[in-house]
């Protein structure tokens, strides 16, 4: 199996990098994993309706050319399903059993994701009725996608 988390921006923080390289590493003895970055655009402070919207239209347009065809696409979204880990885990078996081989997980920037990314998607996932850093957001994915693989494998990991 292959994931793909495409994401907006990029991550500036020393502490989350360190984390999403660890869960990297500890992933790749179960999948290839890659993050995929588009870049961010700036957003003015009081920006109109219009203008924020015309900012995840670009951010969107990004995503959606490293999007793949072939590809299972969940987009992260506050209004997504929430799922259990356990059910996460499942999920991502099932995925694979059903010849999907390549799964990528999406995350926006600070506004969202653009309607265009969100119809591509095949599924919205959401991990709280809360907002998150989207950096914080990559180390949390990463660690329920390892955590997912343990699940799979039968393999012990802290509850």
């Known amino acids: 199996m292959k994931i793909d ?33 588009v870049a961010d655009e700036k957003t003015p402070d009081g920006a109109s309706e219009a203008t924020e919207m015309q900012i995840k239209e670009k951010e969107g347009a990004r995503i959606l050319a490293k999007l793949k065809e072939d590809a299972y696409v969940i987009a992260l979204a506050i209004d997504g399903k929430k799922k259990t880990s356990e059910k996460l885990a499942g999920d991502l078996e099932r995925l694979t059993v059903q010849g999907h081989s390549h799964i990528q997980f999406v995350i926006g920037g600070s506004l969202g994701l653009s309607e265009a990314v969100l119809k591509r998607a095949d599924e919205h996932l959401s991990f709280s009725d809360m907002t998150f850093p989207h950096q914080m957001m990559r180390v949390i994915l990463l660690e329920q996608i390892y955590r997912s693989f343990r699940i799979i494998h039968h393999e012990p990991y802290h509850k």
């Not at 921006?9 to 970055?37: C, H, M, N, P």
């Open 5 to 37: 988390i495409c994401c907006v921006g990029k991550v500036k923080e020393s502490y989350f990098r360190d984390a999403i390289k660890e869960y990297a590493k500890r992933l790749s003895r179960y999948t290839s994993l890659q993050v995929l970055e």
